[in-house]
């Protein structure tokens, strides 16, 4: 069994505890004599750094969102002189305006200790070859899986997103044993090995896969596609990037790097805080972050959280693969739907996760289309068979959902591939808003 730093990944819950006792209250004193906007919520509030005490008090603080962050960009939470920061990350800014994360040279030390975590929890070591596929740039993903690929001593291949040729051509000269992409884009990569008839020249042992939701059946199907392990690795830009949390070798939930993290579970509806095993929305707080630390984050993810001891030996606590976004949830004729409901119906009937969902209203009525591509198995077969096919999933979705659901089976590559995170949904209602 191979720890990044054995001590802190399996110190005792009594000394996780204490670790994040000690460094919220430095946080918040930190956030208070450092930063006016952070000094404002609390005040807000009526909290003041001495009603903290230990993790206990973390309730008495104000939440942040997404909106909160906006309304500070760029500077707003900045608690360091910008003559200490030296790198930025931002989000995509698809669902509304970019948020600019700040790092301090030890807020990257700690990332890449993060995701040097992830990595040897996989297996890795400085044997290891490692491609990294997620983007470089602004977005996390490729300095992330980088900078803990360094911190293992692996050799590191930057490849980025996108150019599916050159990867493969890396991956086969160079002997790739552990590749960094999100599981749509390894999905395209499994599909393009097959093709190029290279199945035999590749390395992979293991994935790192994360960046967006995915479920079991997806993960089964590229571990038996690729003939790998298939990992899963959770962040997000506003805490650091990826390896807030990782899955280990049980690949039974994440683990969260507590001893840089506190998670709590709430009720996204009245932000009450729920007990351990509950469904909610994640919160995090950071403590041991400089230039932007966040306190009782709002992420939207909706997961369980277990503390449950792990056979690999880890102590922090897990969470479940968050079953999508609380604004991913689409509601469609005043029912919740998630994408990951419709993903898990269709790789159980055996079809491809390459899908897109459609939802369009016409006068009052919602409708909702699920286009996914047949697999060259059904291409052989007859129009009969393929409609009943449709047929099939069509059932398995109502009984998922609980509405009705138009399934349409269409070409092999009829949709486009995604080399970052995949868009599943389509909303034309929402078009017709803008
Ligand atoms: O996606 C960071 C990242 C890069 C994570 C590479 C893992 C690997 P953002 O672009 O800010 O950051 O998006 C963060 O993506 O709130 C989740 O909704 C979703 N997400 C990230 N990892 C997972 C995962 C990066 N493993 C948002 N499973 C988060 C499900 C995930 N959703």
Redesign the pocket.
């Known amino acids: 069994m191979a720890y990044f730093q054995k001590e802190i990944e399996t110190a005792s819950r009594e000394q996780i505890r204490a670790w994040q006792d000690e460094r919220l209250v430095k946080t918040v004193n930190h956030v208070w004599n450092n930063c006016e906007y952070y000094r404002n919520k609390m005040k807000d509030r009526g909290v003041e750094p001495g009603d903290i005490r230990s993790r206990d008090d973390l309730y008495k603080l104000p939440f942040l969102t997404k909106d909160d962050l906006r309304d500070a960009y760029p500077y707003g939470l900045m608690s360091m002189p910008l003559s200490e920061c030296v790198r930025i990350q931002s989000?995509?800014g698809t669902t509304g305006k970019r948020v600019i994360a700040f790092y301090t040279q030890h807020d990257i030390d700690l990332w890449d200790d993060c995701c040097a975590r992830a990595i040897m929890a996989v297996g890795g070591t400085k044997e290891d070859v490692v491609q990294v596929c997620?983007g470089y740039g602004l977005?996390?993903?490729g300095p992330?899986?980088n900078g803990g690929s360094h911190k293992v001593g692996s050799l590191t291949l930057p490849m980025s997103s996108g150019n599916t040729e050159r990867q493969l051509q890396f991956m086969t000269d160079l002997g790739a044993t552990i590749i960094?992409c999100?599981p749509s884009y390894a999905q395209y990569l499994a599909e393009s090995i097959h093709e190029a008839g290279l199945r035999d020249k590749i390395k992979l042992k293991a994935g790192?896969?994360?960046?967006?939701?995915?479920t079991e059946e997806m993960r089964r199907d590229i571990e038996e596609r690729l003939g790998i392990k298939a990992y899963?690795?959770?962040?997000?830009?506003?805490l650091s990037?990826?390896?807030?949390s990782f899955e280990c070798e049980a690949q039974a939930g994440?683990h969260i790097n507590e001893d840089h993290f506190i998670a709590e579970i709430i009720d996204p509806d009245t932000g009450e805080v729920l007990p351990e095993g509950s469904k909610g929305e994640l919160v995090f707080t950071s403590i041991t972050k400089e230039a932007f630390p966040l306190l009782r984050y709002r992420?939207?993810?909706i997961c369980v959280l277990n503390s449950a001891p792990c056979s690999c030996g880890r102590t922090h606590i897990r969470m479940a693969?968050?079953m999508?976004?609380s604004d991913?949830m689409l509601i469609v004729k005043g029912v919740n739907v998630f994408p990951s409901q419709i993903e898990q119906v269709l790789l159980s009937k055996g079809l491809t996760s390459n899908y897109q969902i459609v939802v369009d209203r016409k006068g009052v009525t919602d409708s909702l289309e699920v286009r996914v591509e047949m697999t060259p198995e059904l291409f052989s077969d007859t129009m009969g068979a393929m409609t009943q096919k449709e047929t099939e999933i069509t059932e398995a979705l109502k009984a998922m959902l609980g509405i009705l659901a138009k399934v349409s089976i269409v070409g092999p590559k009829s949709i486009v591939r995604s080399e970052g995170?995949a868009v599943r949904v389509i909303d034309k209602r929402n078009l017709y808003n803008t």
């Open positions: 989000t995509s997620y977005f996390t993903g992330g899986l960094c999100t790192i896969f994360g960046a967006e939701a995915w899963d690795i959770y962040g997000l830009t506003e990037g990826p390896g807030v994440m992420t939207k993810d693969k968050p999508g976004r991913d995170k």
